[in-house]
T-cell receptor, first 112, second 113 residues
Framework: NAGVTQTPKFQVLKTGQSMTLQCAQDMNHNSMYWYRQDPGMGLRLIYYSASEGTTDKGEVPNGYNVSRLNKREFSLRLESAAPSQTSVYFC???????????FGPGTRLLVL | AQSVTQLDSQVPVFEEAPVELRCNYSSSVSVYLFWYVQYPNQGLQLLLKYLSGSTLVESINGFEAEFNKSQTSFHLRKPSVHISDTAEYFCAVSEKGTYKYIFGTGTRLKVLA
């Protein structure tokens, strides 16, 4: 099992550019999540998908869109990147019934 | 709305000394509670969780946490820390019946030789 995988690991964007962060899990989990981590602010929930076909906003959804492509994949899109979106992005999935979250290794994004 | 407070942003402690990392939460309904650990340049790993039953929960590496409903707390403790425990620790809460998790701002534990 690869667990939760994220691509890319690092990315540098210019203001206004767009990009999609990819996340996949091979554990047959129903729920998937996107967080951003900033110094002193912990992890903040951007969007989540409780099950295939559903998505919901978290604490900080502005400037982002998501797609739950299938049960395995959950992508995060920045349509027009801003310097305030410089952060480390983590994807996670939840083991059904146990409520335990499994995290990917993260994507480090720098927006200039 | 649910929220999590970790008042201590950094906790230095000497090796083999005890440590307590504090976590308080706010919610109007029943909750699940979690502690996650993050080592440098890695993702988060589940340390322990409280879902129901015994209010004292333990991890395999000697940490424990106690759910205190009246004080809305879920403090993490270890009686004797090791250098390898140096990491950032996050408390998280999820209201029962939802799929939403809210994390605290984290506590950096620095174990000194």
């Amino acid at each position: 099992n690869a667990g939760v995988t994220q691509t890319p690991k690092f990315q540098v964007l210019k203001t206004g550019q767009s990009m999609t962060l990819q996340c996949a899990q091979d554990m047959n989990h129903n729920s998937m999540y996107w967080y951003r981590q900033d110094p002193g602010m912990g992890l903040r929930l951007i969007y989540y998908s409780a099950s295939e076909g559903t998505t919901d906003k978290g604490e900080v959804p502005n400037g982002y869109n998501v797609s739950r492509l299938n049960k395995r994949e959950f992508s995060l899109r920045l349509e027009s990147a801003a310097p305030s979106q410089t952060s480390v992005y983590f994807c996670a999935s939840v083991e059904t019934g146990s409520w335990s979250q499994y995290f990917g290794p993260g994507t480090r994004l720098l927006v200039l | 709305a649910q929220s999590v407070t970790q008042l201590d942003s950094q906790v230095p402690v000497f090796e083999e000394a005890p440590v307590e990392l504090r976590c308080n939460y706010s919610s109007s309904v029943s909750v699940y509670l979690f502690w996650y650990v993050q080592y440098p340049n890695q993702g988060l790993q589940l340390l322990l969780k409280y879902l129901s039953g015994s209010t004292l929960v333990e991890s395999i590496n000697g940490f424990e946490a106690e759910f205190n409903k009246s004080q809305t707390s879920f403090h993490l403790r270890k009686p004797s820390v090791h250098i390898s425990d140096t990491a950032e620790y996050f408390c998280a809460v999820s209201e029962k019946g939802t799929y939403k998790y809210i994390f605290g701002t984290g506590t950096r534990l620095k174990v000194l030789a």
